[in-house]
């Protein structure tokens, strides 16, 4: 079974600091792991996946498959990385995602 | 490409009432999703299509749900009599099979009063 598990539904930091947000999966097969963000009432867009070890919008995420995590960071954050971010996992072909943490930067 | 389009944008509609959402998926994509968005829940999937043929609808909640899609270009999912805590943001969603990138619409907003 294929399950996704964000830990923190929100996350608050100020303007500046570095931001994680934590992603942890369960699969039996080769996993290829994702983040997607929805800014405020637009649809979702693909951040990055883990195969192509990208950096976007200043965003990272190292598939560390010793702790099934995938965890994003990044390390200045910015007011408009303000958003809910989803980690979602592939499978085959279906596409599972975790509960989202929307975070939020203070000024 | 104009992308995944979904119609209705927002629709409110009474319990009891049946609801149907449309989805034109991306031309050329032959997986097509169907995704559930509430607060408490966060994204669920409810089913999902290759080559126009359901392969997954696991995540259907129940038989009040019914997805269909009789061509290439056009799904539908319908929700039979509506109840209040259906109300949320239904996704549609579209790949290549052999891709890893889904593209999103930009979601139905369902209100069941």
């Known amino acids: 079974a294929q399950r996704v598990t964000q830990p923190e539904k929100l996350l608050s930091v100020f303007k500046g600091a570095p931001v994680e947000l934590k992603c942890n999966y369960s699969y039996s097969g080769s996993p290829e792991l994702f983040w997607y963000v929805q800014y405020s009432r637009q649809r979702l867009q693909l951040l990055l996946r883990h195969i192509s070890r990208e950096s976007i919008k200043g965003f990272t995420a190292d598939l560390n498959k010793g702790e099934t995590s995938f965890h994003l960071k990044k390390p200045f954050a910015q007011e408009e990385d303000s958003a809910m971010y989803y980690c979602?996992?592939?499978?085959?072909?279906?596409?599972?995602f975790g509960q989202g943490t929307r975070l939020t930067i203070n000024p | 490409d104009a992308g995944v389009i979904q119609s209705p944008r927002h629709e409110v509609t009474e319990m009891g009432q049946e609801v149907t959402l449309r989805c034109k998926p991306i031309s050329g994509h032959n997986s097509l999703f169907w995704y559930r968005q509430t607060m408490m829940r966060g994204l669920e999937l409810l089913i999902y299509f290759n080559n126009n043929v359901p392969i997954d609808d696991s995540g259907m909640p129940e038989d009040r749900f019914s997805a269909k899609m009789p061509n290439a270009s056009f799904s539908t999912l319908k929700i039979q009599p509506s109840e209040p805590r259906d109300s949320a943001v239904y996704f549609c969603a579209s790949s290549l099979s052999s891709g890893n990138t889904i593209y999103f619409g930009e979601g139905s907003w369902l209100t069941v009063v």
């Open positions: 979602a996992l592939k499978g085959a072909q279906k596409l599972v």
